[in-house]
């Protein structure tokens, strides 16, 4: 499945890093711990958080993500959205709670 599709499919808003929704997706990680994510997460995999800030795209980038979800309605910083543009990771955006986007990701993937 491509970030395209997910978009689609989970009614997900994209506000960054469009060159990137061609990206395949291989899997799901949830998780707000940084370190957490940069020593588990796989690439490929789409990374669920609510964390906003630029670091979040450091660790994307250097586990070659496919994209990142944020979560209830949180927006990312301005930094975030650049790094996200520079490096062409998709970053979106959705309502939902991560027990629920995690759950419809989940059912997608499987």
């Known amino acids: 499945m491509?970030?395209?599709?997910?978009?689609?499919?989970?009614n997900l808003e994209?506000?960054?890093?469009?060159?990137?929704?061609?990206n395949q997706i291989s899997g799901g990680y949830v998780s707000d711990l940084l370190s957490d994510v940069m020593g588990s997460s796989?690439?490929?995999?789409?990374?669920?958080t609510l964390q906003t800030h630029k670091n979040v795209m450091a660790i994307a980038s250097l586990k070659d993500l496919a994209a990142v979800i944020l979560v209830k309605g949180f927006k990312p910083d301005e930094d975030m959205l650049q790094q996200s543009n520079e490096?062409?990771?998709?970053?979106?955006?959705?309502?939902?709670?991560?027990?629920?986007?995690?759950?419809?990701?989940?059912?997608?993937?499987?």
Not at 15 to 22: A, K
Not at 42 to 48: D, S, T
Not at 90 to 110: A, C, M, Q, R, Y
């Open 14 to 22: 994209l506000v960054s890093g469009e060159s990137g929704i061609d």
């Open 87 to 110: 490096e062409g990771i998709p970053v979106l955006l959705t309502n939902e709670t991560t027990f629920d986007i995690s759950g419809k990701l989940h059912k997608l993937l499987k």
């Open 42 to 48: 796989k690439e490929g995999q789409v990374w669920i």
């Open 2 to 10: 491509k970030v395209s599709d997910l978009i689609e499919k989970l």
